[in-house]
């Protein structure tokens, strides 16, 4: 008998002080929030999740945003504190917080900690005044350091992400940045290059000519340059833009990469569910809409058929440096192993030296991230 792996569980919470120009999360600003209401509503969201998704284990918690550390800690202490009346912890289980670096923000962590958060993910976004103020980040430098700070002084595990290929950023400038933010000390990075996506106030600006955006093959230069760095103090890459020390890695991501389920709850959230995909209304005003109608956030539940799920177990998990066991998916989805992928697609860039193959696994080498999106489209078949 297989033994289903551990739950992931997402909390949304989807307010922010300000919109940041790049961000095309479902964040939103208000002038007032009613905490109390916003508490019981996404408590009565996750119980229904747990209703369908009895007898499981959770091995992660996952408070995203928007931005989950403006949450009073009391509801944060509520959701924790139901989740293990819904269901049995993992011994390990990780529950994470993102947070701004905000002073504000920061004077919380321990209480956040006290709630039963025990990783927080940090914003931190650039080391760099000028570069936060492009960002239209709320925070300088200096705050985000103390942030970091108190970060590492409430929990064990601290996570930070960064920024870049920035307008104007050089290789010597990337170097220099993220030199310092290895000598931190943290366990886990998330490093990502900066998108310009559409319907953000930077797609509006590029559009217009306010900036020009990173040139592909520099920022491809500064990928390799972030790999090898990392690379040189046991911080790879285990997946395109997230490094961590052996051990370290995101427990609650993994879920998603491995394609294992994960119930996804408060505004916008998706979720995977026995072979359902789940996505509840956007909307704040829309999802506590749908709550007092029906008990639950949902917009649509889905069925995925086999071919489905398999591709979106494949471009999920090729994400990692580990892969995909393709026998393994093709027993879960009761697929042949042949018909999921594009064999003469794999020789043909294997040979490029973009993908690697032993026995059953699929792996897309270094050199492949970064050209993903279009390995992907090569030689996923379902």
């Known amino acids: 008998m297989t033994v289903a792996a ?4 997402y909390i949304h919470w989807p307010f922010c002080v300000a919109k940041c120009p790049y961000c095309d999360f479902n964040s939103h600003v208000r002038e007032g929030v009613d905490q109390a209401a916003w508490r019981e ?3 009565r969201d996750l119980a229904h999740e747990a209703a369908l998704l009895p007898g499981r284990t959770l091995g992660s918690i996952f408070f995203g945003g928007g931005t989950p550390s403006l949450m009073p800690p009391e509801t944060i202490a509520a959701l924790i504190d139901a989740a293990a009346g819904h269901w049995s912890f993992a011994d390990t289980i990780e529950i994470t917080m993102e947070a701004n670096p905000n002073s504000a923000e920061a004077a919380r962590f321990g209480q956040a ?11 931190l976004q650039a080391l760099e005044d000028e570069a936060l103020r492009f960002l239209g980040r709320a925070h300088d430098v200096r705050e985000g350091l103390a942030a970091l700070d108190a970060a590492q002084g409430c929990v ?3 996570s930070i992400d960064l920024i870049y290929a920035r307008p104007g950023q050089s290789r010597d400038d990337w170097e220099a940045e993220l030199g310092r933010a290895l000598a931190f000390g943290t366990d886990h990075l998330s490093l990502y290059q900066l998108t310009i996506e559409p319907g953000t106030r930077f797609e509006t600006d590029v559009r217009k000519g306010a900036f020009v955006p990173a040139d592909p093959d520099h920022a491809a230069e500064l990928f390799e340059l972030t790999q090898a760095m990392t690379g040189a103090v046991r911080r790879p890459a285990y997946e395109v833009s997230n490094h961590a020390a052996p051990g370290q890695e995101s427990a609650h991501n993994l879920a ?7 119930a996804g709850i408060g505004p916008g959230a998706h979720g995977r569910r026995g072979g359902l995909a789940t996505v509840r209304h956007k909307k704040p005003e829309n999802w506590m809409s749908a709550l007092d109608r029906n008990g639950h956030g949902l917009a649509e539940e889905r069925t995925l058929d086999a071919a489905e799920q398999a591709g979106e177990a494949l471009m999920m998990g090729l994400r ?9 998916l093709a027993r879960r989805t009761g697929l042949a192993q042949a018909s999921l992928v594009d064999g003469d697609a794999i020789v043909r860039l294997s040979g490029h030296g973009l993908l690697t193959q032993h026995g059953d696994r699929l792996m897309v080498t270094p050199q492949g991230m970064l050209l993903l999106d279009g ?8």
């Open 375 to 382: 390995i992907l489209a090569e030689i996923v078949a379902v």
């Open 113 to 123: 900690a006290q709630a039963g958060v025990n990783r927080i993910s940090l914003g």
């Open 156 to 158: 064990d595990r601290v």
């Open 41 to 43: 509503a996404l408590l």
């Open 256 to 262: 998603y990469w491995r394609y294992a389920d994960y």
């Open 6 to 9: 551990p739950l992931a569980l």
């Open 320 to 328: 990692l440096a580990e892969g995909v066991d393709l026998a393994a």
